[in-house]
């Protein structure tokens, strides 16, 4: 009988295993001399979308010709250095490798008693350790990603305020009539917040957005008034998300005072710091993040500034019981195989999951606490360098300040209405993508079309920001002589 594909291929795989390394390589060593943003060309498309479902199987090498030839070539453009746009970075080469090592070795984090399990304690709580979150008693959980990150903690902190109020969430649902669940974040915060509310069955009627300070930092006096507001009207507050770094300006909020004020009534602070979480570890903000030591749990992605591939969204908590209570639940079949070693997805939605933990982990292995602050505190020092340059410059108008590794600012010559710089600024991202350059969206900074920088990349230095300042005033300055 001949042998199965995969058991050829298993047979085969050291001399298939160097030929995808050869290809990838080559793409990671070619990544920076190619254009930052590349559109997938009408004859790919259609091949793409057009595949017929093959009746036998390909060989390997077809299948890597593909694609080498269809595929590779037509990346996004967040894995190049000079794509400054959202908040993704180019993975860490070794996490590459260690992600190869955990989809080989195929084993779920979920649970059971394998070593990914183990690695995965030290792994959280060398987390906890960049941040300075406090490690006894704590758990971190990987997640795909800061959505599901937030939502996993705001699950449990609704259960957890229903239960103090005589409610069993899990058997009585939303619908027993019982009082409003109110949700409280910034008018900043970011749009997974909105969609947890969503989720939750809470309603975006039933989440306060508090309004923001000049600095887009949440007001904690408006906080406070909100949730008095609210007790007063017999709701039951359940949570604050407070932003560790906003996406749009990479504002902070004043997590010391929210801190208190969420001590005060009892109500669960989660810190949605997803991109900002790390900057922790760089001197010059970790004042701002002091309050790591006292919140009761917190979102950050190692695949934004840690440069580990896609996906994987960490949750730090103080209270795993608490998921425990909110999530657990053991099927018949997994009883006979708990085991004393711990079962993570007792205190999250999903069954199966990922080994996300060797990526992350060799991410940082191979950095060391010292690279990773090093890391942020380079990319955070970029930003502010790029604000001065922006003040110093005549034709360019700073919009928000050097933020963690964010500025906002514009083009902005002499002589042309409001209406007309938001459109020249988007024709100067557009062209910027368009030549390949460089990568710098859009968004909107007080109602103002804003050219949006993030650094993140682990080889960005002040020859990106000279780069990036001289080609937006040289793109800018084209385009308002032609208009
Ligand atoms: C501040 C912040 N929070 C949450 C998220 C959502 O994270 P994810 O896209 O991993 O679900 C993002 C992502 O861009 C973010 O920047």
């Known amino acids: 009988m001949a042998k199965h594909p995969f058991v050829s291929d298993r047979d085969a ?52 010709d593909f694609l080498q030839r269809e595929v590779m070539p037509w990346p996004i453009a967040t ?71 937030t939502l996993n903690a705001l699950t449990t902190a609704r259960h957890r305020a229903a239960a103090q109020d005589g409610w069993n969430m899990r058997a009585e649902g939303l619908q027993s009539g019982r009082k409003k669940l109110i949700l409280y974040s910034s008018a900043e915060g970011h749009s997974s917040i909105q969609k947890c509310a969503e989720q939750l069955g809470i309603g975006t009627a ?15 006096a408006a906080l406070r008034a909100a949730i008095e507001g609210d007790l007063k009207a017999g709701h039951l507050p359940f949570a604050i998300v407070a932003c560790g770094g906003a996406t749009n300006t990479g504002a902070i909020d004043p997590l010391d005072e929210i801190a208190d004020i969420a001590q005060e009534f009892g109500i669960w602070l989660h810190v949605d710091g997803a991109f900002g979480a790390w900057a922790a570890l760089d001197p010059a903000y970790r004042a701002q993040f002091r309050a790591f030591a ?39 079949y997994l009883e006979a195989g708990h085991s004393e070693a ?15 933990a060797l990526k992350v982990w060799a991410a940082i292995a191979r950095l060391g606490r010292a690279g990773v602050a090093e890391l942020v505190t380079r990319c955070n020092a970029l930003a502010t360098l790029l604000e001065r340059r922006v003040r110093e410059a005549p034709d360019l108008e700073l919009l928000s300040p050097a933020s963690l590794s964010v500025v906002n600012f514009r083009y902005r010559p002499g002589g042309v209405s409001e209406a007309a710089l938001d459109t020249l600024n988007e024709k100067i991202s557009e062209s910027i993508s368009a030549s390949g350059a460089a990568h710098i969206p ?9 050219l949006r ?6 080889e960005n230095d002040e020859s990106d920001v000279e780069h990036l300042i001289g080609l937006v005033r040289r793109i800018g300055a084209e385009l308002a002589g032609q208009s």
């Open 13 to 64: 795989f050291e001399a298939l295993g160097e030929r995808t390394v050869r290809m990838l390589g080559a793409y990671l060593r070619d990544l920076p001399k190619e254009p930052v943003d590349r559109v997938v060309p009408q004859a790919v498309r259609q091949t793409l979308i057009s595949l017929p479902l093959p009746e036998h199987g390909q060989s390997p090498e077809e299948i890597l």
């Open 79 to 149: 894995g190049h250095k000079r794509s400054y746009g959202w908040v993704n970075s180019g993975p860490a080469p070794i996490a590459l490798l260690a992600d190869a090592v955990a989809s080989t070795m195929d084993c779920g984090l979920d649970g059971y008693d394998h070593s990914a399990i183990f690695l995965m304690k030290s792994l959280g709580r060398w987390i906890m350790e960049l941040v300075g979150f406090p490690t006894e008693g704590s758990l971190c959980i990987l997640l795909s990603g800061g959505s599901s990150a």
């Open 206 to 220: 039933n989440l306060r957005a508090i309004e923001a300070d000049a600095a887009f930092r949440m007001q904690p």
């Open 294 to 332: 006292r919140v009761d749990s917190i979102t950050l992605n190692p695949h934004k500034w840690l440069q580990v591939p896609i996906d994987c969204g960490a949750l730090l908590t103080r209270h795993p019981e608490a998921h425990r209570a909110a999530y657990s639940l053991t099927p018949d």
């Open 342 to 356: 711990p079962w993570p997805y007792e205190h999250m939605f999903q069954l199966t999951y990922g080994n996300r």
């Open 442 to 450: 859009t968004t909107r900074i007080h109602d103002k079309t804003s």
């Open 453 to 458: 920088v993030c650094f993140l990349h682990y």
